[in-house]
């Protein structure tokens, strides 16, 4: 079956605009994960959606960054007034809620660079 | 907080073993995860190990936890040029939301 999917995959904006990245989760999944990793770092937690549950956003790094999931499938992150060190590779994972050990399936990334 | 180190690079010879090492800081550690980068994708599970065990092969893979020490290893037998990658090592909890907590990876590169 189909994978995580992202878009796009790389993109290019100027700083100070608005960006939105997408993410289509394994279908049935009902945990959604995003990540930011930026060279030579780990991956930074960023944002989590379980089921209908409110989101745990604590690793976003500041109120230029929100996500949401609609009808508990698709999730779109939104980062606001681009900044420079926004630049990173941003990662969404899903997985299936309730299960130990925890088996996150990644997407391919979209690789954001503010100029 | 949680904390995973990781080496960041590890240059081996084809057909050699590879051991990528870890270490974490949170004995309520359940679960320690290996996870494989290849270049411009996304990360793929290699293998995990529940925290009660102390090895695990799967394959050219071997896990060794060294609970006490909080010390895991990957070792990587006969290392082929596709195992080249970045290699994550993960932990997480059971229980709530057990978000993983991921090392800064280790590129491993394997030359001919």
């Known amino acids: 079956g189909a994978g995580v999917s992202q878009s796009p995959s790389n993109k290019v904006t100027e700083k100070g605009k608005d960006v939105e990245l997408r993410c289509d989760p394994i279908s049935g999944h009902t945990a959604l994960y995003w990540y930011r990793q930026s060279l030579g770092q780990g991956l930074e937690f960023l944002i989590y959606f379980q089921g209908n549950s409110a989101p745990d956003k604590s690793g976003l790094p500041s109120d230029r960054f929100s996500a949401e999931r609609t009808g508990g499938s698709v999730s779109t992150l939104t980062i606001q007034r681009t900044q420079q060190e926004d630049s990173a590779v941003y990662l969404c994972a899903s997985s299936l809620e309730g299960l130990a050990p925890l088996e996150q399936y990644f997407g391919p990334g979209t690789r954001l660079t503010v100029t | 907080g949680e904390d995973v180190e990781q080496s960041l690079f590890l240059s081996v010879r084809e057909g050699d073993s590879s051991v990528i090492n870890c270490t974490y800081t949170d004995s309520s550690s359940t679960y320690l995860y290996w996870y494989k980068q290849e270049p411009g994708a996304g990360l793929q599970l290699l293998t995990y190990?529940?925290?009660?065990?102390d090895m695990k092969q799967d394959q050219r893979l071997t896990v060794l936890l060294n609970k006490k020490d909080k010390h895991l290893s990957l070792r990587i037998a006969d290392t082929q040029t596709g195992d080249s990658a970045i290699y994550f090592c993960a932990e997480s909890m059971t229980g709530g939301s057990y978000i993983p907590t991921f090392g800064r990876g280790t590129s491993l590169i394997v030359h001919p």
């Open positions: 190990i529940f925290s009660n065990m």
